[in-house]
């Protein structure tokens, strides 16, 4: 089954930057659906970013302008850089893919294969 490790969490104040990288062990392993999920204490794993088709980029609003997905095929690895982050944003960060099928939202049931995550530490 195929791997996806991420790196590049860690602690940061409030309006420094992070990049998240999410490397898979096969080939064109994102080249489908990929998402980027976060979990924090207490709440429920959402969706933050996703990427279809290589191109197709979609950010949930809180975000939005400040979070940008990118894909590097040939390294087989999804970076996820976070600009300008918040307090709020602190949480354990998933990368997830999903190979076959048209749909890619923000939903993690339909993605088959994921991360072990990463922690982001935003402090005040």
């Known amino acids: 089954q195929m791997q996806l490790v991420e790196s590049g969490g860690g602690s940061v104040q409030a309006g420094g930057s992070l990049r998240l990288s999410c490397t898979a062990s096969?080939?064109?392993?994102?080249?489908?659906?990929m998402g980027w999920f976060r979990e924090a204490p207490g709440k429920e794993r959402e969706g933050v970013a996703r990427?279809?088709?290589?191109?197709?980029?979609y950010y949930v609003d809180s975000v939005r302008g400040r979070f940008t997905v990118s894909l590097d095929n040939a390294k087989n690895t999804v970076y996820l850089q976070m600009n300008n982050l918040k307090p709020e944003d602190t949480a354990m960060y998933y990368c997830?893919?999903?190979?076959?099928?048209?749909?890619?939202?923000?939903?993690?049931?339909?993605?088959?294969?994921w991360g072990q995550g990463t922690q982001v530490t935003v402090s005040s």
């Open positions: 096969a080939v064109n392993a994102f080249t489908n659906c």
């Open positions: 990427i279809y088709n290589g191109t197709d980029d």
């Open positions: 997830a893919s999903r190979p076959v099928g048209e749909w890619c939202g923000f939903t993690p049931s339909p993605y088959t294969n």
